[in-house]
């Protein structure tokens, strides 16, 4: 069973810059960053594949979120710049318990979830 403890939410304004950390007590072969805003379904950001490094993100995101992965630090992060107030949401760190060909940006797919930080960005 993975254990995954998210934190680094908050409230910035627009333009501005957080980091968010989810720790983890063994890495799975996928580790993902999900958000949920209210009223809406959970919504895939990034992925990172553990056994090569490679990553994938949400169209949305694309060139202003970077994840990233310390193993010494068993912790994934999320690197969010240049906020919009759309970003605002709850944000989970999750893991994968099977291998499945590849990390997709597909709530389904993961199975072991962090009770979530939030992220509010006004505007």
Not at 21 to 43: D, I, L, N, T, V
Not at 48 to 59: E, H, K, L, Q, V
Request: aromatic letters at 14%; glycine letters at 14%; proline letters at 2%.
């Amino acid at each position: 069973q993975v254990q995954l403890v998210e934190s680094g939410g908050g409230s910035v304004q627009a333009g501005g810059s957080l980091r968010l950390s989810c720790k983890y007590s063994y890495s799975s072969h996928c580790m993902g960053w999900f958000r949920q805003a209210p009223g809406k379904e959970r919504e895939g950001v990034a992925t990172f594949y553990t056994g090569g490094g490679a990553s994938r993100y949400a169209d949305s995101v694309k060139g202003r979120f970077t994840i990233s992965l310390d193993n010494a630090e068993k912790t994934v992060y999320l690197q969010m710049n240049s906020l919009k107030p759309e970003d605002t949401a709850m944000y989970y760190c999750a893991a994968d318990g099977t291998y499945k060909g590849g990390c997709w940006l597909v709530r389904d797919e993961y199975d072991y979830w962090g009770q979530g930080t939030q992220v509010t960005v006004s505007s």
